[in-house]
């Protein structure tokens, strides 16, 4: 079945160690996302990727690194820079183009505890 | 500038009883609006989506939705609530002027009593 894989569901990282949550589709969409949830703030924008090898910040980039080799990946790694990375991690992709209409199909989601 | 304000943080019905879930959108360019439906430590599913097609838009589960330009609103609705319902519901939009990015409101949550 095509869907978005993220891997993995749980992860618990001490304070200063860098971790990588995988993101994988096999929708064939252009565009991948990065997302964060926080209890009542909805969902923030980290990165997303139009195309292979190009991907942009979105509103909370700060502490976060991504990469885009494949079309089919998009990897979110959570540095020791970022100061509060607790949170619920969601990656989304969608068909690209100049339209607007393409709404995005989610992962699963990674949650992240830093301890 | 995109945005969407979802009035309500937390909506209590009974079972049996209507669904009314309420947002607002602003946004410089023609709009697409979404609803999705997150359950708890889950990925958001869509629930339902609006592109200047029919402005009375249907979704699966009984839910549908109507785009009101006047009154910049796209505010969800289901005549009979379910204890299946209840979950976290999230009102999005995405103008034509940033096709790539969409902006999500905070989030409704959904609570359905006996």
């Known amino acids: 079945d095509g869907g978005i894989t993220q891997s993995p569901k749980y992860l618990f990282r001490k304070e200063g160690q860098n971790v990588t949550l995988s993101c994988e589709q096999n929708?064939?969409?252009?565009?991948m996302y990065w997302y964060r949830q926080d209890p009542g703030q909805g969902l923030r924008l980290i990165y997303y990727s139009q195309i292979v090898n190009d991907f942009q910040k979105g509103d909370i980039a700060e502490g976060y690194s991504v990469s885009r080799e494949k079309k089919e990946s998009f990897p979110l790694t959570v540095t020791s820079a970022q100061k509060n990375p607790t949170a619920f991690y969601l990656c989304?992709?969608?068909?690209?183009?100049?339209?607007?209409?393409?709404?995005?199909?989610f992962g699963e989601g990674s949650r992240l505890t830093v301890l | 500038a995109q945005s969407v304000t979802q009035l309500d943080s937390h909506v209590s019905v009974s079972e049996g009883t209507p669904v009314l879930l309420r947002c607002n959108y602003s946004s410089s360019y023609s709009p697409s609006l979404f609803w999705y439906v997150q359950h708890p430590n889950k990925g958001l599913q869509l629930l339902l989506k609006y592109t200047s097609a029919a402005t009375l838009v249907k979704g699966i589960n009984g839910f549908e939705a109507e785009f009101k330009k006047s009154e910049t609103s796209f505010h969800l609705t289901k005549p009979s609530a379910h204890m299946s319902d209840a979950a976290e519901y999230f009102c999005v939009v995405s103008d034509s002027g940033t096709a790539s990015k969409l902006t999500f409101g905070t989030g409704t949550r959904l609570q359905v009593t006996l």
């Open positions: 989304a992709s969608r068909t690209q183009g100049a339209s607007n209409t393409g709404e995005l199909f």
């Open positions: 929708l064939n969409h252009d565009a």
